[in-house]
């Protein structure tokens, strides 16, 4: 093994260039070469990249986003775009690919593969919608930044005795809702998961503002319904003042928080680590604190699924 | 002198509690009791009020919002609400009243000031938008957030060579997107005051990403375009995918900057220092790093203009 | 069941309030009524304590520190002391008790427990040094703390090419250096576990700055050598310019992260769910991302140790 | 005017690269090439340097340092080295020199210009120590690091009970400690030019718990006294538990605030638009939000003195 890749593709994730790091540095100490391939796929396809090195990746551990950028790429949605990619990946003479992303990444992953790629994924999204491990890169970083930005919004909740539906990210996936909504204290949380009744809602947040509770706090996952209607909805039925926010895009970004630095390292060491020792055709994540892997089609197809239980402890510790 | 009562109306600012803080530490000083009074001029019509102590004001000065509330108050605008008013300022024996807010709130004290009532205004609002003084309390911080919102943005916008549009509050006053564009470093800057060119912004997007920039953050003012169409229409031209991330309500909260602390206790202890000293019917605010006091019908009339020197070198910069 | 008391003790760390949080919402869901015993095991012997219901604890989740506070209490290790301690409780009517805090929090509980009190302790510790849970309670808010501190150093030893030593907490456990250390990519970490050779360290920033980097930061746990010595034989032997920064304080006080949020959260609504369940004289604490309990006994016999994998990867890292 | 130089020098300070930022691409604005001088006044008198373009300064406005590094250099004291320098510049047809630090640094600009150079200065430095500008670069950030740290100080002290003194920079000036502590609340600011009464200090102390104050912050300047002693003292004689912390070079690092951005932003632009109106041998800082210079002599010779009402002020806020 003399050389391996690495791409990060589909939406960007807070702790992509730590991960990047870390392979880097790992491959390194391997007296391996890396090529930092752009834009994802479609930087595969059109055979952009560039050599890494140990200063390649200085001071990059702590920004977010991904510097060999990150792209969508349909074309490697077909079969002449896999054989494309893979015949790029001989001509580069790459013993190894690994790839950084969602769902979508690993997919690409696995048709490398099948075509004799040695490829290995790392869980690179802010969703924290891929059920093959706990937790994906990027999750804990965008909870923060929900938890930031209620913080402030419930300053303003508070003066003014409104209600505050925040809408977070997650079109499948509650996770940053119900996640964010335990650390931050919200009064509601509304995931795609599970059915609300909106009348229990509002006789909830008339019962608290008469209790003379003076904010009122919302996350309503992106999935779970339109934040226009649900807002407008919540007022009419509440009488209560209520406005709408949205997280929006801040949720991708950011420095890395302490945990998705040390997750994003742990993987990106241990990818390298399993390529070195012949494995191959796997996905890296984490269980219960120790990192695991599984093959690509099994991380693929395991499901992922709303935490009852944290679910339940959230509507508990809302009162 | 002997009782004075401090109230915040209109929307919130981070720096209010400071000031509030401010003038019940000081007041003390003077032997003077305060009376916090609830919501704002609505609060005033119920007369609902606490008596305020050092204690009350410990652990506030760090805390966004206002913990003696605001609201908007319609019945203050009849000639009726204010006599209402007049009256119950009598009833609790007001020697002075401190109205913490943006033009609305000084609008309303000077209506009291007519009827006889010894007001002090200081301006709470986070557009910058008096004209009276340089800086509103509320202001830095509601830039600062901007700040750290782009920043978040630009790590996408980097990772995806996406353009985005970034809205700001501002319906009037282009003062939070300039200043914010400028410590950003965005690259176009937006406001209500200046017209805009589209054809000229996507030329300049386009030979900027040509050149090889990866980012492209446009800073728009609530005021000067409907951000959604400004969006559709910047990737319609560009070619370029384009997202809109509108910041909203965060704006508002947030614990306040070192700059709006101390401006907000500066003003917050010349208020009082000005009413002991026999001087009312006032607004303070800061001129050029100086605590200075206006009429308070001068206040309203100061136009608040769009500083063209900070406007010309934002574009300047900008390149 | 009726009624379960709460206190937190030794030094605070960030999280204690969202825990307390956590038990009294708990609690109040299984209609049980909360004393929150003021500054540890010195109030109980004094009987200083309040009754807290949902009120007293909203707004706190985000707050460092304990708002019941906290102290060291000598007269404790005593068998009197202990039997004082458990008259009071019987005296109180307590039919539990929630301990947080460190090692001696637990020794303390577990002689209450050896008394018949029904006792669930919760790990309460900026320092990571409990053996029986993978985390304690204020570590992750620690480590970030550290991660900021380093990043405002490293402006400066990169400005000017020097070394600085960063001294963090840690006495016999190097768990805030070591994760410290890889989150920050800092060039060296030295842990109390593991000797170090101060003439490889220094041969390594000879190196290092030879090869043109120009920052290098050694994280020193408090136990593992004397800071200024240590720094002092660092310059004299590397003949670089070296500053000290010992962080102290700073890294216990601060709202707590999201992962401590999360934590503390799971930990105390699972305290309370255990008392109710009939489960005394345990501790709670974390294994692998799942909520575990193990008896008192063997909650402080639980070794800590370095994850030697963990140090292993920071060496590769580093270079 | 073809070309000119700026270097920055002394102690680095956050907005440095803001105010280099400015510089070049207001330099690039009116055609003129920038050479970085590294490392102050010793790159320059070892010829060290780089080309400075657009794409050189994109995203360094929201980094602390320095990226041109600054040094001491006590061979630019000598008569020798500034001829040495004079003549460097002169062989690399330098049309003007910014030069960007504290009082050192303006000196050997004076110097330079009395050879002939011509010169413009910044007021780079934390301490805020420089008698012609209201505000030096760096001032606003390091008050805020002070005001992070001393948040999570507080915490600590609130929940024990304790006396913290925190030490801060300022070995002649006490702006850092007087701004610091009226935007944290610190209980006492302790600064170089106002002498202290340890034993009315610790009385205060006293009186403030036995009020049930549950914590004590004293703001120490460097200068003021010993800070190992000034805290044994402390708690000698109040006999109240007193912890100390040095905040240390935290205080030099950091992205810089945006008070900080814009200072340096302003003051970039304007010292560029100056040398290209012909002016020179001026210092350019800040008065009343205006931007104006001063004659380096008369910039040097500047007294910087506390404000005194300001520390009036602050003496009242904080019983």
Known sequence: MKTIGVLTSGGDAPGMNA??????????????????IHRGYRGLLEK?????????????????GTFIKSARCPEFNTEEGV???????????????????GDGTIRGGL????????VIALP????????????????DTAITTVMHAVSNLRDTSSSHGRVFVVQVMGRDCGDIALHAGI???AEEVIVPEVPFNIEEITSNIRRAMARGKSHYIILLAEGAADPF???????????INTRLNIIGYLQRGGSPSSFD????????????????????????????????????QQAIEARDSLDKDLYQMAKILAV
Do not use: P, W
Request: net charge neutral.
């Open 261 to 296: 630095r040390m997750l994003a390292t742990r993987l990106g060491f241990h990818a390298v680590e399993l390529l070195v020792q012949g494995e191959q055709g796997v996905a890296v994540g984490i269980r219960g604190n120790k990192v695991i892997h599984k093959n690509l």
């Open 19 to 36: 991960a990047i790091r870390a392979v880097v540095r790992t491959a390194m100490h391997h007296n391996l070469e890396v090529y930092g």
């Open 124 to 139: 690179g999204s802010i969703d924290n919608d891929m059920g093959y491990t706990d937790f994906t890169i990027g999750f």
């Open 183 to 185: 650390i931050c204290g």
């Open 229 to 239: 209607l649900f807002t407008e909805k919540i007022q009419e039925l509440s009488g």
């Open 48 to 64: 952009d990249y560039e050599v890494l090195n140990s200063r390649s990746v200085s001071d990059i551990l702590q920004r977010g």
């Open 111 to 118: 048709e490398l593969a099948n075509e004799g790629v040695n």
């Open 83 to 101: 054989k494309k990619g893979k015949k790029i990946i001989m001509d580069l003479a790459l013993d190894g690919l690994i790839v950084i992303g």
